[in-house]
């Protein structure tokens, strides 16, 4: 016996790649799906808002994807709460960026789609890393 046990029959916790794989809850899992969602809308009325009113639209633009992502990572405690809306932000503008057969598109050859694009990566990266859960 070791003399870092407290009881005789408790063992050490072991590494985070020994431990074993628990499924969240039920309800983890809907704001999981609920964040998932928000990232996309995040995303949708970024991009349409970033155009419209430059500078002033991009930087709300931005303000809104770091408060959703930074929000997510709040409301659950983890920082899969700030990467799941990053998911659902990023599926969402990637799609934006393609043009349709139509000749529509949602961001124009210019500097600002790319300023919106990276400045949310950025931002995501932040959040994300930053954004890691209560403090305990």
Same mark, same amino acid.
Do not use: H
């Given at each position: 016996?070791?003399?870092?046990?407290?009881?005789?029959? +408790?063992?050490?916790? #072991?590494?985070?790649?020994? +431990?074993?794989?628990?499924?969240?809850?039920?309800?983890?899992?809907?704001?999981?799906?609920?964040?998932?969602?928000?990232?996309?809308?995040?995303?949708?009325? #970024?991009?349409? &808002? +970033?155009?419209?009113?430059?500078?002033?639209?991009?930087?709300?633009?931005?303000? #809104?994807?770091?408060?959703?992502?930074?929000?997510?990572?709040?409301?659950? #405690?983890?920082?899969?709460?700030?990467?799941?809306?990053?998911?659902?932000?990023?599926?969402? &503008? &990637?799609?934006?960026?393609?043009?349709?057969?139509?000749?529509?598109? &949602?961001?124009?050859?210019?500097?600002?789609?790319?300023?919106?694009?990276?400045?949310?990566?950025?931002?995501?990266?932040?959040?994300?890393?930053?954004?890691?859960?209560?403090?305990?």
């Amino acid at each position: 016996m070791s003399a870092n046990f407290k009881d005789p029959g +408790q063992r050490p916790a #072991g590494s985070l790649l020994a +431990q074993p794989l628990r499924m969240p809850s039920a309800g983890r899992t809907a704001a999981y799906a609920g964040l998932l969602l928000l990232g996309a809308v995040v995303g949708v009325a #970024g991009a349409l &808002v +970033q155009g419209a009113f430059f500078p002033a639209g991009l930087l709300l633009a931005l303000a #809104g994807a770091a408060g959703t992502f930074l929000g997510g990572a709040r409301l659950t #405690g983890t920082r899969a709460g700030a990467a799941v809306p990053v998911v659902g932000w990023l599926a969402a &503008v &990637v799609l934006l960026t393609t043009s349709r057969p139509e000749g529509d598109f &949602v961001f124009g050859a210019s500097l600002r789609p790319y300023l919106f694009l990276l400045g949310g990566m950025v931002v995501a990266m932040i959040c994300a890393t930053l954004g890691g859960g209560r403090n305990r």
